[in-house]
């Protein structure tokens, strides 16, 4: 049986620009989760005590405190956070099988979407950036068929509701929108991802999303300074 958090006092320690860290504010809103946020100030160059005996292992945000356990790992959070408050809305859908399918979508946004992400962001020579491109149209093309498929005419993978696969594939909005500010190119476009692109606006100005997404430009300001950008 799932540990119900209700009754332990709840942290989450994260930075405002973290995708990652995203995911658990999301999943933690749509419980309507009462918990204390920390910001972990100098991620980049330093680690607070904190974090380090709550992350012992990888040392990174998000990590969640509940009473007297930690949680890390943004997908594991979501998954646990939906066990341990199992009031509605439901984050993971209810059968096996749909359960295994969201699961497998994000270990998809985790491995070869940000791979692609990761690669065409830190790529010094303009044929790996171009294969790198490449590789990320492709899988931005298997996530839209995904797309279609699964939301069933309704504005999220799950249909009327964001659910998991939204959370896991929201965390990929912010990186997105760094590189097609510094490449010119633009990887969400009506004539290739036009569910995805409507999709992530949605997911923008979703109630659960909207009070911790940073701006574009936010996120281009972070990056200038994460990689010493002029």
């Given at each position: 049986m799932a540990q119900n958090g209700s009754n332990n006092s709840v942290k989450l320690i994260g930075t405002w620009a973290s995708p990652y860290a995203l995911r658990a504010q999301v999943a933690l809103h749509l419980k309507s989760v009462e918990y204390e946020y920390v910001e972990e100030a100098d991620v980049l160059n330093s680690k607070s005590d904190l974090l380090l005996k709550a992350n012992p292992i990888h040392k990174k945000?998000?990590?969640?405190?509940?009473?007297?356990?930690?949680?890390?790992?943004?997908?594991?959070?979501?998954?646990?956070?939906?066990?341990?408050?199992?009031?509605?809305?439901?984050i993971l859908p209810s059968l096996p099988y749909d359960r295994a399918v969201a699961r497998f979508w994000g270990h998809f946004v985790d491995g070869k979407l940000f791979e692609s992400i990761d690669t065409v962001a830190g790529a010094?020579?303009?044929?790996?950036?171009?294969?790198?491109?490449?590789?990320?149209?492709?899988?931005?093309?298997?996530l839209e068929e995904a797309f279609q498929k699964s939301s069933k005419g309704g504005g999220y993978f799950g249909g009327e509701n964001i659910g998991f696969v939204d959370i896991a594939c929201g965390a990929v909005v912010g990186p997105l929108s760094?590189?097609?500010?510094?490449?010119?190119?633009?990887f969400l476009r009506p004539d290739t991802t036009p569910g995805l692109l409507k999709w992530a606006e949605r997911f923008r100005a979703h109630e659960a999303v909207k009070p911790y997404m940073p701006s574009v430009s936010e996120f281009i300001e972070f990056a200038k300074k994460k990689f010493n950008l002029e």
């Open positions: 945000v998000p990590v969640l405190i509940n009473g007297d356990v930690s949680i890390c790992e943004s997908l594991n959070i979501v998954q646990y956070v939906d066990e341990s408050w199992p009031s509605n809305p439901s010094k020579d303009d044929a790996v950036r171009m294969a790198a491109a490449g590789s990320l149209m492709e899988n931005l093309a298997v760094v590189i097609e500010a510094f490449s010119g190119v633009k």
